[in-house]
Structure formats: structure tokens, C-alpha cells
């Protein structure tokens, strides 16, 4: 069974940098991907990053450029550094692993969620 806890969640003046980090326990397989998503009060949750295995990553476009994804596999733990954060940031982030099954890799884990508020 996959567990995925997040951490690193706060408030912050807008500008400022948070960085979120998500343990992982259970087997994950080394096909597929871990990511991020976000859902903010009224609106659906969307994904913000996802890295693959092997490093590739992908950005959501209001992100870019801002927010860095990486992962320590020795660790188990995925890593969102924010920086210049706006209060449209403001959101509960999730971590999310992929599964893989009959030859796809789809997202199938979902850790508890953390709150980022980022005040203007």
C-alpha cells in the first residue's frame, strides 16, 4: 500500500518561497511518476508539476518558471520549491503518485494535502 505524506505547507506574504515535501512508503513503480497538484476553494484540483523516474519534468503555465519539482529517489520524497508566490498560489497542494497497469501509467495515489495560503 502507498502512503504519501505531505509537509512544509504555511502563509506567506506574497513574493515569498515555500517548499513542500512528500514522503513516500509502498511500492511505487519505477515506470511512472510523482506530482503535484493543487485545488483552490471553488475551483477543480489541477495539476501544477510532474516529474518522471528518469527527471523529466512538466510545468503547469502559470507556474513555470517559479515553482521547481524534484525528487530524492534514495529518500522516497518529492520535493516543490515555490518562489515569488502569488495569492493566487493559495491552495491545498497534493501529492500524487502514478500506478502502472496494463501498460499505462495513470495517477492512482494521493497524499493528505497541505494548505499554502499566500497573502497579498
Known amino acids: 500500500q502507498v502512503q504519501l505524506v505531505e509537509s512544509g505547507g504555511g502563509s506567506v506574504q506574497a513574493g515569498g518561497s515555500l517548499k513542500l515535501a512528500c514522503a513516500a512508503s509502498?511500492?511505487?513503480?519505477?515506470?511512472?511518476?510523482m506530482g503535484w497538484y493543487r485545488q483552490a476553494p471553488g475551483k477543480e484540483r489541477e495539476l501544477v508539476s510532474s516529474?518522471?523516474?528518469?527527471?523529466?519534468?512538466v510545468y503547469e503555465d502559470s507556474v513555470q518558471g517559479r515553482f521547481t519539482i524534484s525528487q530524492d529517489n534514495a529518500k522516497n520524497t518529492l520535493y516543490l520549491q515555490m518562489n515569488s508566490l502569488k495569492s493566487e498560489d493559495t491552495a491545498v497542494y497534493y501529492c500524487?503518485?502514478?500506478?502502472?497497469?496494463?501498460?499505462?501509467?495513470?495517477?492512482?495515489?494521493w497524499g493528505q494535502g497541505t494548505q499554502v495560503t499566500v497573502s497579498s
Open positions: 509502498g511500492y511505487i513503480s519505477s515506470r511512472c511518476g
Open positions: 516529474i518522471s523516474r528518469d527527471g523529466a519534468t
Open positions: 500524487a503518485a502514478e500506478e502502472y497497469y496494463m501498460e499505462y501509467c495513470g495517477w492512482a495515489y
